[in-house]
């Protein structure tokens, strides 16, 4: 069974920094990817930024673009997001995702929202 696990969330000001980490744990073979969501109070899940996990190719919302950086660290099995310049509609509880089954790229995964496998999300809050 894979289980996500993130960390990092917290309280910051307008044009600073956070640092969300996922770690995964189970077993996965083969093709998959990993994504960050994010849902503000009374609005949709939207795809933050995916990383397809055998390339390292990458997929950022229109909204982050060039503020936040996936990664990821093979050796610790755990996919970072480095937000940068944040800004307060960047407030959410942020997701990490694992899509194993039927994944292709990871800009259909941030556009679809799918995942087999979620964790139990983390709270990003940007203010004064």
């Known amino acids: 069974q894979v289980q996500l696990v993130e960390s990092g969330g917290g309280l910051v000001q307008p044009g600073g920094s956070l640092r969300l980490s996922c770690a995964v744990s189970?077993?996965?073979?083969?093709?998959?990817?990993i994504g960050w969501f994010r849902q503000a109070p009374g609005k949709g899940r939207e795809g933050v930024s995916c990383?397809?996990?055998?390339?390292?190719?990458?997929y950022y919302g229109d909204s982050v673009k060039g503020r936040f950086t996936i990664s990821r660290d093979n050796a610790k099995m755990t996919v970072h997001l480095q937000m940068n310049s944040l800004k307060p509609e960047d407030t959410a509880v942020y997701y990490c995702?694992?899509?194993?089954?039927?994944?292709?790229?990871?800009?259909?995964?941030?556009?679809?929202?799918?995942?087999?496998?979620w964790g139990q999300g983390t709270q990003v809050t940007v203010s004064s």
């Open positions: 189970g077993f996965i073979l083969g093709n998959y990817g």
């Open positions: 995702a694992a899509q194993i089954i039927g994944f292709t790229t990871a800009q259909r995964m941030c556009e679809t929202s799918l995942g087999d496998y």
């Open positions: 990383i397809r996990y055998g390339d390292s190719s990458t």
